[in-house]
């Protein structure tokens, strides 16, 4: 398993991994890979599949143009990207990679095959240069989940011998027999395996530095209020029911807190998450975008609820842990709403959050992989339907539900001893079987389910 926990969670941008971090990503990559700008005379992108289908509800387009641009998705600043966008139609031209000038609009040099896809997966792109001398240079990537992307044909480099896992692992089962082996946690094998790229010091670094942004955004969306952009009009929500909470929390009239009460919250926090990626705001894909508002808001509902002895200690073991789950879903089925639906972003969140909130408690390694697998298997065959290939409806509640549903699947493991029926690794397949079996028209195009059979142009009035 050649994957790191900073794999599984990377700062980004809003709305989308597969869609916009990905994206943003492949066009950069495309020019830095080329080399010498100096005989470039013009670019052109083309988008295919479900890139096309949804890609301009999921900021597609904005994301193919700021990595040209050469922005990443960690450093680009939200708040200037309209800026930066509207400055290149103004001018008709774009700087490649900040430094060379070529002839651009959106309009001219962004073309959609909404009915084509490409052969190794749904989200595909085509990027090409025109030179001086007539000919053209072209490549293809594919935006694979999570922010992940793979060019044509590439085949993964296998780990440099020094560089090879102590815990090598690419099912369950394997990790859990590494365990009785070692007598190590699972989160102990991941800071092992960690720890042949980096330094304890740098992967707690880094650990930290996620969770910090990731409270911040939730900070963030539990304070700013308005509308989301897209057409739909769509008002956020988590920052008036937050203040609505701590008005009734103050009030005389409600002395204690109601059994509810702490559910709601973690709800909260994760659509505040999710508003904030809906509005192309800063994010942690975890291990999506989609999905972004489920791990920080198990983790905060650890961090403040579960009063634990070591908070950090229990927050990084949490992330160790979740970052396994998420390797074993990519590896053995897949992260990409456009591949096998939501059940693979929301029900991998949720599987993910589960399992480091059970570690996070002191569970065994057999208490964690019963969280994690009762975690997705009760999303198995959920569809993506984004109304108006926006990642709002249904994307910000079931990032609420997918939460809660995390902290059930957590308890329901911590009160049994661990053995259970249907395993993790045989839930991920199933996961992938019924991502395949599944119709292209729920998975991230819009084509299906809720976008087709809500009248979008009503939202406004409701």
């Known amino acids: 398993m050649d994957m790191s926990v900073f794999d599984l969670f990377k700062i980004g941008i809003g709305p989308s991994s597969s869609h ?10 495309f020019l830095v890979e080329y080399g010498s700008l100096d005989d470039v005379i013009g670019v052109e992108a083309a988008l295919y599949g479900s890139l096309a289908l949804t890609g301009v509800g999921h900021a597609t387009d904005k994301a193919v143009i700021l990595g040209l641009m050469g922005e990443t998705p960690q ?82 480099v296998p780990a440099a011998p020094g560089a090879q896992p102590v815990f090598p692992f690419d099912t369950m089962e394997q990790l859990l027999a590494h365990g009785v082996a070692s007598g190590l946690s699972i989160p102990e094998m991941l800071r092992a395996n960690e720890g042949v790229r980096r330094s304890e010091t740098e992967l707690n670094e880094g650990l930290d530095r996620i969770w ?54 973690v709800s909260l926090y994760a659509m505040a998450v999710n508003e904030e990626n809906a509005a192309g705001g800063r994010v ?18 650890y961090a403040e609820d579960c009063r634990p002895s070591d908070p950090v200690g229990g927050v990084r073991r949490f992330m160790l842990t979740a970052a396994a789950i998420g390797m074993l879903c990519k590896r053995n089925a897949s992260i990409s709403g456009a591949e096998v639906g939501c059940q693979g972003e929301v029900g991998v969140a949720c599987a993910m ?16 992989e019963n969280a994690a697998e009762i975690g997705i298997e009760h999303h198995l065959g959920m569809t993506c339907d984004p109304i108006g290939g926006l990642v709002q409806i249904p994307c910000i509640e079931r990032n609420g539900m997918g939460a809660v549903k995390a902290i059930t699947a957590a308890s329901l493991a911590l009160n049994g001893d661990g053995t259970h029926f249907v395993s993790l690794d045989e839930v991920i397949e199933t996961m992938r079987q019924t991502g395949a079996d599944m119709q292209d ?20 009035a409701c």
């Not at 509207?86 to 959609?112: D, K, R």
């Not at 942690?284 to 905060?300: C, E, K, Q």
Request: hydrophobic share 40%; with cysteine; net charge positive.
């Open 20 to 29: 916009t971090v990905g994206p943003m990503v492949a066009a950069r990559r």
């Open 75 to 156: 450093d680009v600043a939200p708040d200037a990207v309209d800026a930066k966008l509207a400055a290149i139609e103004s001018a008709g031209s774009i700087h490649l990679l900040g430094i060379h000038p070529v002839p651009f609009t959106a309009a001219t040099c962004l073309l959609w095959h909404k009915s084509e896809s490409l052969p190794e997966h749904p989200n595909g792109m085509r990027f090409t240069l025109k030179l001086a001398d007539g000919t053209r240079v072209d490549k293809v990537y594919y935006s694979i989940g999570g922010g992940f992307i793979r060019e044509a044909g590439e085949v993964p």
């Open 212 to 265: 910090h942004v990731m409270r911040d955004c939730i900070a963030h969306g539990l304070e700013t209020t308005g509308k989301l952009p897209g057409g739909l009009d769509v008002k956020r929500r988590a920052a008036k029911l937050w203040r609505q909470a701590q008005d009734a929390k103050a009030s005389d009239n409600r002395a204690n807190d109601l059994p509810h009460d702490a559910v709601h919250l």
């Open 284 to 301: 942690v894909t975890a291990p999506t975008n989609g999905a972004a508002g489920i791990i920080p808001a198990v983790l905060r509902y």
């Open 353 to 368: 959050a589960a399992a480091g909130l059970v570690a996070a408690l002191g569970g065994t390694n057999e208490q964690i």
């Open 441 to 460: 028209k729920y998975k991230e195009t819009s084509l299906g389910g809720l976008a087709v059979h809500v009248i979008t142009v009503n939202h406004a």
